[in-house]
């Protein structure tokens, strides 16, 4: 209790500190000379938001970059991390696993979710059928990746199988399989698991973007003799791009930086690793922080275009309307 | 609602009456132990009023037990030992340090990583008394395990014993097995147990989520150190022959004729992969229920076993010592402990350190069970169950040669990583000397 009232104490404390320099800000700028207040205002008001930028956010990044090309003693060794990264078969595997994932996670993801999304729409129980799969969107990646340990669980032939999917192949006689440790299709079992909790997401946005398509449009296909094929071609889905294109590229950026289910389901070993999840076993379990941090770099150059595509794309959209 | 506006500030006040009484008078804190005898830490001085502060990696009721053990050091002494514990010991250690909020005292579970924090600057070498208590009541193995580039720097606290055999005195009764004595008189015993058909002889598991593999680290560390002795190893350890070395890969070969020998394993869970899935805690519960005769387990697996299974040598479980292999070699054990170091060297901080050094505590510590120490000055009577009897036993025999864990030793990126992960290849069905070249090839260059 003494623990729980000193913290809240605290926080009181600090929230009304927050307050106080907010309010100072604000006095101080207020009270600025007329020919200088359009200045002293600007910079009042984003001093401490720039400050925040760079200590909580430059400052790191670019001391990243730099231990990037330290060793494990801190000393600097050019650019032997990066080409550690790609001599090593151990990290190129991880480098392979990352582009499986972000080929086929987004893609999916975003089709299974389009599909569902377009099949629904407008049918009897629409929002039943879109909570049953919104809902592992619910679930941490963690707890997913935990829950589909169990289903992937498996146990000797003559054994009782704890398993599902063991349990329904056993039922049907077939032999049970150990799902997570044959290299490459791991791999697949992992990103079933990320599809399954993503789908959800992307059949949410696309159909809230669906139901934005203007009805005047999908009639006048219809009555242009327009079949439902070429309705949901030609109509819905230049209709529906903007969301499309936040869709897949937000589902790309999350799937870049997958490290929970892998981290959960089999800890990089079989030839699963992914990026993310190799930048935090290099940095904090073997010692190697210039290797983590390389890595760390790696996945920020890979995650930039997509941002920037992104963002882009947003703006002109935002102009057209 | 018109007076909305009087809402906030009786919302206000009422948080922060709330968050007043909050943080009132806790009272009480810190039981007093009664029927202490003061006379024994007269030595440690008058130090009312100072507080230091430990961190560890110990928690739930083992924290507790050791905070007990502080309480007799607190109440004649006046300090206060403020204990901290945390599962994220490992890598907030460093950070802490680095950002300088280290502890007063930090309590090591891995040599490697205190040898970091000693290269770093970061720790005060030990006190002369706490040096002279180590000298006194440990043996010279034990001393250079706190010992960084000749300069001493933390006495050991706990031990644990590993390489034991779990196995059901009740299956080897009704079978007519005998405890084996040496490594091939083991080998014997599996294959007779799996011509008998009944039960495997051996169940396994080394999954650990991200630590996937340390238990078979274990099991190569058991037989390296017993097929090719106590020098050997050292060298392995410490790197002066290579990790790829035909001796280890002997060892791993060695160890190979028990795990991968789909005869042999896995009692109760499948195939040899299976060990790889199978959770080293629940690893061993098929020895009860008959499945297997044998898993490989250090001390604390009498903590893992159900609730209400009696550990005896008549009992549910009992364990014995992983046999010899090479006679000559030797009656060597491995196992693990911990280090305590300082990052102050205020009076205060070497009172604790000597007090920690003390037999006084082993003594104190051991009474409360689930933990044994090497301190000489352990009176084994104080052990709690017939294990720890056992553990302190092997551990003070003077004809033991005693080696600490060898993954704990390596640096952390063989040792904490590359190891645990060739281990894992190796069950996955990769070959032991390619297995060795990747880890061999990990070894940080320096």
């Excluded at chain 1, 940095?283 to 760390?296: C, D, I, S, Y």
């Excluded at chain 1, 275009?305 to 882009?312: C, D, F, K, L, S």
């Excluded at chain 2, 500030?9 to 968050?19: D, I, K, R």
């Amino acid at each position: 209790m003494e623990f729980i009232g000193g913290k809240f104490l605290q926080v009181v404390i600090a929230l009304a500190a927050f307050a106080a320099i907010i309010g100072l800000i604000m006095l101080l700028v207020d009270r600025a000379p007329k020919s200088a207040k359009d200045k002293v205002t600007i910079v009042g008001f984003l001093a401490p938001a720039a400050i925040l930028m760079l200590v909580g956010l430059v400052y790191p990044a670019l001391q990243t970059s730099l231990l990037a090309f330290t060793d494990a003693k801190g000393q600097p060794n050019g650019v032997d991390n990066f080409v550690w990264m790609f001599t090593q078969p151990e990290a190129l595997a991880t480098l392979r696993n990352t582009v499986i994932w972000t080929v086929l996670v987004p893609l999916l993801a975003t089709g299974f979710g389009l599909a569902y999304a377009v099949f629904i729409d407008k049918a009897r129980g629409e929002r039943v059928l879109k909570a049953l799969v919104f809902m592992p969107m619910a679930i941490s990646f963690v707890g997913a990746g935990i829950i589909w340990k169990l289903v992937y669980d498996y146990r000797g032939p003559g054994i009782e199988q704890t398993g599902v999917i063991n349990y329904l192949r056993v039922a049907l006689g077939m032999d049970p399989k150990q799902f997570l440790l044959d290299a490459p299709e791991n791999t697949i079992f992992l990103i079933i698991v990320m599809v399954w909790i993503q789908t959800g997401f992307a059949m949410v946005i696309l159909s809230a973007a669906i139901k934005g398509v203007p009805v005047e449009l999908v009639e006048a296909a219809r009555l242009d003799g327009a079949n439902p094929w070429q309705q949901f071609r030609n109509v819905t889905v230049p209709g529906i791009r903007g969301a499309l294109v936040v869709v897949l590229t937000t589902i790309t950026i999350a799937t870049l930086k997958v490290f929970d289910i892998v981290r959960t389901m089999t800890a990089g070993n079989y030839d699963t690793s992914v990026v993310a999840n190799e930048m935090y076993t290099q940095a904090f379990r073997a010692g190697e922080p210039g290797r983590g941090a390389a890595l760390a770099l790696i996945l920020f150059l890979l995650v930039l275009p997509i941002v920037v595509y992104n963002a882009r794309v947003l703006r002109q959209q935002r102009e057209i309307r | 609602m018109k007076n909305r506006k009087y809402l906030l500030p009786v919302a206000a006040t009422g948080a922060l009456a709330l968050s007043l009484t909050a943080c009132g008078p806790s009272g009480g804190g810190g039981g007093q132990a009664t029927g202490v005898d003061c006379a024994a830490y007269e030595s440690y001085g008058k130090l009312d009023g100072k507080t230091v502060s430990v961190y560890a990696s110990i928690v739930d009721t083992e924290a507790t037990s050791l905070e007990t053990t502080f309480a007799p050091f607190e109440e004649c002494t006046g300090a206060t030992i403020k204990y901290e514990g945390s599962k994220e010991f490992e890598t907030q250690i460093g950070v802490r340090a680095k950002a300088g909020n280290a502890p007063d005292i930090a309590i090591f579970p891995q040599p490697g990583l205190l040898t970091d924090q000693a290269t770093a600057g970061n720790l005060k070498p030990a006190p002369k008394a706490v040096s002279d208590l180590v000298d006194k009541n440990w043996s010279a193995d034990w001393k250079k395990y706190g010992t960084v580039d000749g300069t001493f720097y933390a006495a050991p606290m706990l031990a644990n014993v590993k390489g034991y055999i779990w196995y059901a005195p009740k299956t080897f009764k009704d079978n007519g097995w005998e405890v084996p004595k040496t490594w091939d008189e083991m080998m014997t015993l599996t294959k007779k147990i799996a011509d008998d058909g009944a039960m495997k002889p051996w169940c396994a598991g080394f999954e650990a989520g991200e630590a996937t593999g340390w238990p078979g680290t274990d099991w190569v560390e058991d037989v390296v150190l017993r097929a090719q002795g106590p020098e050997v190893y050292d060298q392995w350890v410490s790197h002066q022959i290579p990790f790829n070395d035909p001796k280890i890969v002997d060892a791993m070969n060695k160890t190979g004729e028990i795990l991968l020998n789909p005869k042999y394993v896995n009692g109760g869970f499948g195939d040899v992969r299976s060990i790889l899935t199978t959770g080293y805690a629940q690893a061993g519960q098929p020895v009860l229920d008959g499945q297997c005769a044998m898993h490989h387990q250090a001390s604390f697996q009498a903590a893992n076993w159900p609730e209400g299974t009696v550990v005896a040598p008549e009992g549910d479980v009992w364990a014995f010592m992983a046999p010899p292999i090479d006679a000559s070699k030797g009656k060597a054990i491995n196992g693990g402990g911990e280090m305590v170091g300082a990052y102050k060297d205020t009076p205060e901080v070497q009172a604790v350190l000597a007090y920690m050094a003390s037999a006084d505590f082993a003594n104190t510590r051991v009474k409360l069970g689930g933990a044994v120490s090497a301190n000489k000055g352990l009176d084994p009577a104080n052990a709690q169950s017939e294990l720890d009897k056992q553990s302190i036993a092997l551990l003070q025999d003077p004809d033991t040669v005693f080696r600490f864990d060898g993954s704990d030793l390596m640096p952390g990126a063989v040792g904490s990583n590359s190891f645990w992960k060739g281990i894992v290849a190796w069950v996955n069905g990769t070959p032991a000397k390619q297995v060795a070249d990747s880890v061999e090839n990990s070894w940080p260059k320096s």
